[in-house]
């Protein structure tokens, strides 16, 4: 009877089973990857709904009158009170948050106080200016930082030739401080206005793209350079270089195929929030020279107090900066796959 009983505990304890396997979905979440997309997903789900929740709070926030703000101290408190309602302004803050949501969620970004167009319909038309103004300035930053950190890195590695070192990274230091609307006046003065070889106002040929695209490339190129450059300095010094060059590899070889993409690591990463601070570098720049795209119509918009422009702008700016983010965090991902499966 003992024997018995202690034959059924040990069954019902499980003790001789073998374990069983997970199922697939529960397989599927512990595989690193889905942990890391899903992370990401969830921080960009988060990080858009404070940025909708800050920007509809924008207004509010603001003291006065938006509207009234908006249409001028001459206008009659009955057009005041029409547009107010017209805008569902005189709802209650919940009630105007969940229709605020709802027409986000469909494309609805509502309707300028001082033109009476569809905030979309706005940002539309300036929305590709922008663009083709930021991509232009990075990819000419890149094409230009990387070849010029690598070869100053194999040019001073081991501590040779102090001055173009000293020459590099004091220059460096000195574009980067320089602020891009300050470099964007001084390019037209000299290049715009005393030499007349570019022109300094609006959205034309290539030729309008030269002064815009320098302001906004110097200062990350900069950085980006300076990077770079240390990054290739601590890869060059790695047992494996040593392990090729006692190969007897070529040179180009070994800088290009093995020291290079090792060293680009950091670099995408300070790449990808150079990308964010240019879209964000464009606000300025473009008001200087009186570039057609979202930078002048936020600016414009906050002195004429049309809050609705404003708001969907300041979504699309920031929305821009997230998906950049991502996009850096994936592709850092793609290359150095323990980085994710460390974070998962």
């Given amino acids: 009877m003992k024997a018995f009983t202690a034959g059924r505990l040990l069954n019902g304890l499980g003790t001789t089973r073998p374990p069983t396997a997970p199922g697939p979905v529960i397989g599927l979440l512990e595989h690193p990857w889905v942990r890391f997309t899903l992370r ?45 309602e017209q805008l569902g302004l005189n709802d209650s803050l919940l009630i105007q948050y969940v ?19 569809p905030v979309t319909q706005t940002i539309g038309d300036r929305l590709p200016a922008t663009i083709s103004l930021a991509v232009a300035s990075f990819l000419l930053a890149v094409l230009l930082s990387v070849p010029l950190g690598a070869a100053m890195a194999v040019l001073t590695r ?15 230091v000195l574009i980067a401080t320089i602020p891009e609307f300050l470099l964007a006046v001084g390019l037209v003065w000299v290049f715009g206005v005393r030499l007349g070889w570019f022109p300094v106002a609006g959205q034309g040929g290539l030729d309008s793209y030269v002064l815009p695209v320098v302001a906004l490339t110097a200062g990350p190129a900069a950085v980006l350079a300076r990077i770079v450059r240390v990054e290739m300095l601590s890869v060059l010094h790695t047992d494996y270089i040593r392990t090729a060059r006692a190969k007897r590899l070529p040179p180009r070889r070994i800088h290009l195929r093995h020291a290079l993409p090792n060293a680009m690591t950091a670099g995408l990463t300070i790449g990808g929030l150079l990308l964010s601070g240019l879209v964000a570098g464009t606000v300025l720049v473009e008001n200087v020279f009186s570039w057609p795209g979202l930078g002048s119509t936020i600016v414009r918009s906050i002195l004429t107090k049309d809050y609705p422009v404003v708001q969907g702008v300041v979504l699309v700016y920031g929305t821009g900066v997230l998906l950049v983010n991502i996009a850096v965090d994936a592709v850092l991902a793609l290359l150095d796959p323990r980085s994710a499966i460390r974070e998962s």
């Fill in 40 to 84: 990401r997903l969830g921080r960009l789900v988060v990080s858009v709904w404070v940025l909708v929740t800050a920007s509809f709070l924008m207004i509010h926030l603001i003291p006065g009158d938006p509207v009234r703000a908006a249409l001028g101290l001459t206008a009659s408190q009955q057009v005041v009170d029409q547009r107010r």
């Fill in 158 to 172: 081991g501590g040779r030739r102090h001055r173009t070192e000293l020459t590099f990274t004091s220059a460096g």
């Fill in 99 to 117: 229709r605020f949501l709802r027409d986000l969620a469909g494309g609805d970004l509502g309707v300028s106080v001082t033109s009476g167009l």
